[in-house]
């Protein structure tokens, strides 16, 4: 069997191995923790930021509450032309393209539903005309309706 050897120390004149100032024989070494605990500490590190990150992600952001004594009720009778509501059931095309999101190809869309079934009975039975998304529905929603 073969015998590690040490380099002599000059204290005593005795063969003792060097050991560096944290009690390691390696005495370069910076991390007094064993590799063990080093790796469950990355690990403990990354799942905390996991966890933190999805319960930010998963609460929702609080709202105001509008009260209706804060809402103006004359607020769309006092507006611009511009921002009052538009009967889908009466509109012509080119007023139908003065919505956010709805051009040309889908103003006429819109008329070919109405005149082939009947009028809109709810402002939600626009997505019933291909082309017409839940998004754009939502962006126009406040600035159309039925009567």
Not at 73 to 98: D, H, K, V
């Amino acid at each position: 069997m073969h015998e590690t050897e040490f380099p002599a120390s000059k204290a005593g004149g005795t063969d003792v191995p060097s050991v560096g100032g944290d009690g390691s024989e390696n005495s370069h070494s910076t991390n007094p923790l064993p590799p063990a605990f080093t790796w469950l500490r990355r690990v403990t590190s990354w799942v905390v930021l996991v966890l933190s990150i999805l319960v930010c992600s998963c609460t929702k952001p609080q709202q105001t509450r509008i009260s209706p004594t804060d809402v103006n009720t004359n607020a769309l009778a006092n507006a611009t032309p511009s921002a009052r509501r538009i009967n889908i059931n009466t509109a012509t095309a080119i007023e139908l393209e003065a919505l956010p999101g709805v051009g040309k190809v889908l103003a006429e869309r819109i008329i070919a539903h109405r005149e082939q079934h009947g009028p809109f009975r709810r402002v939600e039975h626009l997505m019933m005309v291909r082309g017409f998304s839940d998004n754009k529905f939502r962006a126009i929603r406040e600035r159309v309706t039925v009567e």
